[in-house]
């Protein structure tokens, strides 16, 4: 139960960046879409590696892992996720499984949305 409360209390201040970022880049008068989307897929992506890259070498614990990597990262950006385990596979001698989880993802993603948009209509 707890590891649960970490991840949902940390996913709650992702995702509040992830929108604050998008009220900033509105402020300034800068596209949201498709600037502030990468800014944060980007950064996700930086600070996912960085916390992974730091918990493997035991400088963290796995609850500050937890609530940092699963929680604050999935929160801010689900991007962040997905490439961190496509660099996981890749490394585990998993390429091909990582370009297949790659193909499939943005694949089904696109058809998954324009079944949405259809079943909307």
Do not use: H
């Amino acid at each position: 139960m707890k590891e649960l409360l970490l991840v949902c209390a940390s996913s709650l201040l992702g995702g509040g960046m992830r929108y604050l970022v998008s009220v900033l880049f509105r402020m300034l008068g800068m596209p949201v879409v498709p600037l502030a989307t990468i800014t944060v897929n980007v950064l996700g992506c930086f600070l996912i590696g960085l916390l992974s890259g730091t918990s493997f070498n035991g400088i963290c614990s796995p609850s500050v892992k937890l609530f940092l990597v699963t929680g604050f990262c999935g929160g801010f950006t689900t991007f962040s996720t997905f490439m961190n385990e496509n660099v996981m596979l890749a490394g585990n001698n998993g390429l091909l499984q990582a370009l297949l989880y790659t193909f499939l993802s943005l694949f089904l993603g696109v058809v998954a949305v324009v079944a949405g948009y259809a079943l909307a209509k």
